[in-house]
């Protein structure tokens, strides 16, 4: 790279070559690396397209490209991700985000607005991860408490970060252990009001031909479900009835192709009466929300 390389020529420069390469979303990928190598914000980079980059600067760029180029995910590569309108730390110690996954917020959200007359509500995020669901729920419906659990403690570490930076640990508790298992009945919370999750949900079959990008850096604690894909549904459905109030709700992110399953599994669970999925914008299953009796 010679030296006049501008912030205009780096972007229309590397566009062109993550297209070439068929990195998804070519121009967000670029804004991503050069405003982390630039320490700005990306809309920043359409104000000073002039702006010459020194040579450190280009060679760090350089080496994220090559990284990326190499299937390593941009958003480990900057250490951080976009979810809900909000700016969570990720690295290869938790799943990164996924915009489909905004769908799960979004009906928590509504369902907890359904009952304010309750007053403060509480929700249970199992399989928390970055924490980016209890932390989207937590933010944007302030009367509600949070306990989110998750079996990894380095993913419930970046989990605390993201918590903090929100300013939420007064309204979200991390508990380290298996789905409900760390929750204590009467010290934590009697019942919750909404139960939430995004578990592993990849079969062993797909696990293998999952593009690299995922297989050989996102964390396989966090994608395995076992044989089918359904084991850790299995675990949250049959002890799920026990820590839900009555007229409370379950709502459970799903694989492309396991609507049906999930919710035979829930109509056959006690203490669940309306079961619906519902498709995300691709028009795959995404979403199953069981209301308890």
Known sequence: MHQNWTIQKLLDWMVGYFAEKKIDSPRLTAEMLLSFV?????IELYMHFDKVIEKPKLDKLHSLVKRCIAAEPVQYLVGSCEFYSMSFKVCPDCLIPRPET????????EFLRTRTDLGSQNVCDL???SGCIAAAIA???????VIATDISEKALAVAAE???????ADRVKILEGDLFEPIIGQLDVRRFDLIVSNPPYVSRAEYENLDAKVKNY??????DGGADGLDIYRKII???AEH???AGAMILEIGYSQGEAVKKMLEDAEGFGRVTIEKDFNNNDRIVTAVGR
Do not use: D
């Open 238 to 240: 049959a002890r799920a």
């Open 127 to 129: 399989c928390t991860g």
């Open 162 to 168: 993201n918590i903090a930076k929100y300013k939420l």
């Open 218 to 223: 996102e964390p396989a604690l966090a994608l």
């Open 38 to 42: 630039l320490g700005t914000q990306r």
């Open 102 to 109: 905004e769908l799960l917020v979004e009906r928590a959200i």
């Open 139 to 145: 933010k944007n419906y302030p009367n509600c408490k």
């Open 244 to 246: 839900l109030k009555p």
